[in-house]
């Protein structure tokens, strides 16, 4: 055991995490340069065309250290984005230490620190990383100075490398081998073993992975998942080498899979213990914490025939995505879906790309929401997340809303316009303290549903791509809520209804007017798009009606003639406007929907 490094890398977005791993991967000799590529433990397309890590991935490499002796790394790359900190927390659990990557050009921001606090949360080894050296923009003595300062770290002990380039990536081997601890476990005792992530196998259905903390897991032992309570028996063990590769055993320290019969990934618990059936150990270890959905929104296919084929998918989805949930829905207007609860919006995009690409559905998405609590005059309470429930205003004594706390980390001189930004999304308790010569760090108290449509893409905009953003949620607070309907010629539209606050509501409904009239194809008669709270219409927008010219063939002649012809044209446009129905294209619920985030 002495000879098992268990770790991570932990680091903000484009710190440079897969591309470490990439080098560390080749630099132990685990793949050849035929069958390399980048990013080769980010296995989705979709991962690799953003750049992005959306799936934790665990590889274990041999490596010989200068003293001779054979080390047995475990590397997990995390994501970086704060939608997936739950993928970073399942990590953290398998490990004993953590590299804190820190990019030379960018310094310490939001998500490392954020990312740093949860591997101190376990209790986890901690050792900076300085990449991205060889940057023309690479400041090495003011991040140095900022990792001692912002982070508490001793930044002397941080190696210096340079992933994409390959420097400094043998001594960073020396440094797992030497500052990193290895496992603890007693191999003869009781099996603890805590399951991390799974993945599904269309053949050999759940590759449970696990890190065996005591005791030894074999091929043919009869397991007990201590909190399902459910018993398996054990077809194959081994080791995550790029593929797996079976083994005759794990013993404790160890990190691998195994294979056993399990068919689907809601039959076992992210975070659930494992033990034997005739020596079970006396108590579960320490759970993990479950991610709870934050941002709802409903799924429609374009195609009503597509339902099957899109319920067939989220349960396929759901298999390796455990932080998705969603149930049945319908409306009028879109017919039968789904509502899903999701982590952010990024994991929302991330969804609906992944359907639409590997199941080829074409989906119209709602407005994404937060979950409200309601509280109504009898003392009932109630969770809103979709505007079709909402309760009769009348009977509601309170609403809340959940609030979270921003932090965001940026050259100072941006300050003016990130509080500026921060109050225009009805920010409160705004402080900032100096983190570095220049660089400062603001945190805010913010509505939830303020942060959901354009918040990260406005910051980014007017810090210039220097302001980073992390938040958690904090509680329910008090709320002045109001349900903004749609009337198209007088007639509600329930996929557009959203639940706002009331100073924000008649922004967004004139948002969606605006759409609407410029999605409606023009009709025979003049067609009304308001926006209502209740009964009180709060913005409006007219699309025009065709005109035809009547009196085109009259020449001259008396007055009264064309008189008569604009009369008569007159009484069939108002008995159309009142049978008339107004057809909305499925391209305008696309267009008013796709570009809410304005």
Known sequence: MDHIRNFCIIAHIDHGKSTLADRLIQSCGAVDERGFRDQILDSMDIE???????????????????????????????????????????????????????????????????????????????????????????????????????????????????????????????????????PEGDPEAPLQALIFDAQYDAYRGVVVLCRVKEGTLRPGQTLRFMHTKKEYQVEEVGLLRLERVGTKELTAGAVGYLIAGIKTVRDIEIGDTITTADNPAPEPLPGYQEAKPVVFSSMYPMSTEDYTELTKALDKLVLNDAALTFSKDSSVALGHGFRCGFLGLLHLEVVQERLEREYGLS???????????????????????????????????????????????????????????????????????????????????????????????????????????DYEVLDLRDTSLVKVDILVNGERVDALSQLVHRDKARGRAMHYCERLADSIPRQQFKIAIQGAVGGTIIARKTIAPYRKDVIAKCYGGDITRKRKLLEKQKEGKKRMKTVGAVDIPQSAFVAVLKTDRN
């Open 48 to 182: 690799r065309e953003r750049g992005i890590t959306i799936k934790s991935n665990t590889v274990t490499l041999e490596y010989e250290a200068k003293d001779g002796k054979a080390y047995q790394f475990n590397l997990i790359d995390t994501p970086g984005h704060v939608d997936f900190s739950h993928e970073v927390r399942r990590s953290l659990m398998s490990c004993e230490g953590a590299l804190l990557l820190v990019d030379a050009s960018q310094g310490v921001e939001a998500q490392t620190v954020a990312n740093m606090y949860l591997a101190l949360e376990y209790d986890l080894e901690v050792m900076p990383v300085l990449n991205k050296i060889d940057l023309p923009a690479a400041d090495v003595d003011r991040v140095v100075e900022e990792i001692d300062e912002d982070l508490g770290l001793d930044a002397l002990d941080a190696v210096h490398c340079s992933a994409k380039k390959g420097i400094g990536v043998p001594e960073l081997l020396e440094a797992i081998v030497e500052k990193l601890p290895p």
């Open 363 to 469: 989906l119209i998405l709602s407005a994404p929401s937060v979950r409200y609590r309601v509280t109504m005059e009898d003392g009932e309470v109630v969770f809103v997340d979709n505007p079709a429930f909402y309760p009769d205003p009348s009977e509601i004594a309170r609403a809340e809303e959940p609030y979270i706390k921003g932090s965001v980390m940026m050259p100072e001189r941006y300050l003016g316009v990130v509080m500026e930004l921060c109050k225009d999304r009805r920010g409160i308790h705004s402080t900032f303290n100096y983190l570095a010569k220049g660089r400062i760090e603001l945190t805010s108290e913010l509505p939830l549903a303020e942060v959901l449509f354009d918040f990260y893409d406005r910051l980014k905009t007017i810090t210039q791509g220097y302001g980073s953003f």
